[in-house]
């Protein structure tokens, strides 16, 4: 297996031989997961701090439950009372950090480039997950292993990425890994959703969702990132939806096998059709949840290993 990496910040360091080594592990995973006896211990004896500094439900929910699954002592810092907000800097925090000898450390944060300053000051491995408009690499790789199991392959693939591209870390992280594995991908939303610049991304940009989703094989759409917008980037969510919302009607321009996908949390009804969203034939939006433990699970495996690795000189 080939994955040297000490730590996870995002898709654009990663190879695609080492996209291939975490998809492979995950799968691994996945069956362990639907078993009755789910527990590992790949990661007995070490410890992993869950730091938040942005509310998420699914996310930390999904690396804690890895954690425990893995045998790892898991611990969660409430951020939002810490001393962060009592003027304490990160590199400060990392100082405190390291005085507990974590292992893993997994963070979010709502500043790009957060995550990476802590990882130059802490002596453990660190996760990104999700920082500012940055990256958000765990979930690409999840939705990146949804789509090989439902596609049977992750190359030459048609893949639309729709609705809020500009305020969205996910689409970043899964336009750069796409693109490792030779797909073709088609950005759709208002050009007030795209970032400037987007022309030198290598994708094609539409603004009307039937011509971009004309004989694709993916559907992912985008939750609006209303959080991080500071205008009106829309006329209404009603109209929104009517233009770019994915429904059965506009659906049916994809291919006829096309699968759909949303990172959550859903705005039924903005978005995405409620209705859609949970059809069985169509939507894998619940196997991405699934996907989000195994793929998180064989991370924080692989970073174990070297750390491991590291501490007596024989790579795994």
């Not at 996760?127 to 292993?145: K, S, V």
Request: glycine share 6%.
């Amino acid at each position: 297996m080939t994955f040297r990496g000490k730590h996870l910040l995002g898709i654009e360091p990663l190879h695609p031989e080492e996209i291939r080594t975490i998809l492979d592990l995950s799968d691994q995973y996945v069956d362990l997961n639907r078993r009755a006896m789910k527990h590992s211990d790949a990661l007995a004896g070490l410890t992993q701090i869950n730091m938040f500094f942005e509310n998420s439900t699914r996310t930390q929910a999904s690396f804690e439950l890895a954690g425990k699954r893995l045998g790892a002592d898991v611990m969660n810092m409430a951020m939002q009372a810490s001393s962060i907000k009592k003027g304490e800097t990160l590199i400060d925090t990392a100082l405190t950090l390291n005085a507990m000898h974590p292992d893993l450390l997994v963070v979010r944060h709502p500043h790009s480039g957060a995550v990476d300053l802590l990882a130059q000051k802490v002596n453990c491995a660190v996760l990104n997950a999700g920082d500012g408009r940055h990256e958000h690499p765990t979930q690409a790789l999840l939705d990146a292993l949804t789509i090989r199991r439902a596609k049977g392959r992750l190359h030459r693939l048609n893949i639309a990425i729709c609705g809020d591209i500009a305020h969205s870390r996910v689409a970043r992280s899964n336009i750069l890994l796409l693109h490792k594995m030779e797909n073709r991908i088609r950005l759709i939303g208002p050009p007030t959703l795209m970032p400037s610049g987007v022309q030198d991304w290598g994708v094609e940009v539409y603004d009307d969702m039937r011509e971009g989703l004309k004989d694709c094989d993916v559907v992912m759409m985008l939750r609006l990132q209303k959080e991080r917008m500071d205008g009106a980037f829309i006329p209404s969510e009603r109209e929104y939806y009517h233009r770019f919302g994915l429904d059965a009607e506009k659906l049916r321009y994809a291919k006829e096998d096309a699968i759909v996908m949303h990172p959550g949390p859903m705005n039924r009804g903005v978005e995405i059709d409620g209705t859609l969203a949970d059809d069985i034939n169509r939507s894998v939006i619940q196997e991405q949840v699934e996907m989000g433990v195994a793929v998180r699970m064989a991370m924080m495996d692989l970073l174990a290993r070297n750390l491991r690795a590291e501490t007596t000189g024989v790579m795994v």
